[in-house]
């Protein structure tokens, strides 16, 4: 599972913690940029703020996106995300605690590729996380990511 970068949104270190140890369990070993609120998300993916050096046209492989975020909320990451050309195809996997019905239909109404809920269990999380490198990062072929559709 080499090669692709995934951007982890994560506020919480535990869970970071945990999704990290998750991800080097199951051999994932792609770069994996993580950001702690939905701000820096946004100026990781845009090159702009503390990013503003990066160069903006190279995007992760995957967004695992949390909801619940300072700054600015996950929803609003990815609809901000949906809203832009060069990311709007860019494949966004919600990951987080909530098992709210108006979370996971607002998520999908902002085009999100899919919603997991965080299994409270640490194997159950590994074998999530595994699921998760195995699809997003090996079987699935993202779209070309910068044209204009």
Known sequence: MANHSILLVEDNPDDEALTLRAFRKNNVTSEVV?????????????GTGAYANREATILPQVIILDLRLPKIDGLEVLRRIRATA???????????SSNEERDRLESYGLGANS???????????????????LYWLLLNERPPLGRKY
């Open 34 to 46: 993580v950001v702690r609120d939905g701000a820096e998300a946004l100026d990781y993916l845009f």
């Open 86 to 96: 060069q990311t709007k195809l860019l494949p966004v996997v919600i990951l987080t």
């Open 115 to 133: 919603y997991v809920r965080k299994p409270v269990d640490f194997a159950a999380l590994i074998d999530a996380v595994r699921q998760l490198g």
